[in-house]
């Protein structure tokens, strides 16, 4: 990805503790901080497994065998480069509903990610042109620890 994409914040809606939420209105996040010992990248996508699981009893999610193996691949191609291109701790971000999902990680790196041309010759370097055709969105900023990348996936009702 060669150009810096945002999106203002959300607006935060207060609901009052009487109103119940139904299960798909529901908004579920789960984050950890990894410093890039071995493991790591397993740790990622165990943690990843735990919140699409959470996910599917907690908000009613429908997660086919499919978009859960894109979600984990793109869990690990996102922790990967954080793990290799980043000097310090990183950190995955999984927030989810019935309706989306949203795989964030941070790093210390404020270099963004390069997306190539697709080239079945190149030997590396596949990893944001993976993740860019397994997600419905992906933005990259930078941000005061470094910067922070978003894949976005849409669940199907």
Do not use: W
């Amino acid at each position: 990805m060669n150009e810096q994409v945002t999106s203002s914040p959300e607006e935060t809606v207060q609901v009052p503790a009487s109103v119940e939420v139904p299960p798909s209105a529901e908004v579920l996040l789960s984050a950890e901080v990894f410093d890039g010992e071995p493991g790591c990248i397993a740790q990622a996508r165990a943690l990843a497994d735990r919140f699409l699981t959470r996910l599917t009893v907690e908000c009613l999610a429908r997660i086919g065998e499919h978009t859960r193996s894109d979600l984990m691949l793109a869990v690990s191609e996102l922790v990967t480069n954080a793990d290799r291109y980043s000097h310090g701790p990183y950190m995955l971000e999984l927030e989810g509903n019935a309706e989306r999902i949203s795989v964030t990680v941070y790093d210390s790196s404020t270099a963004m990610p390069v997306l190539y041309a697709p080239d079945p010759s190149r030997l590396g370097g596949h990893g944001m042109e993976i993740v860019v055709a397994l997600c419905d969105r992906l933005t990259a900023e930078r941000v005061p620890v470094g910067k922070r990348i978003r894949a976005e996936f849409q669940l199907s009702t």
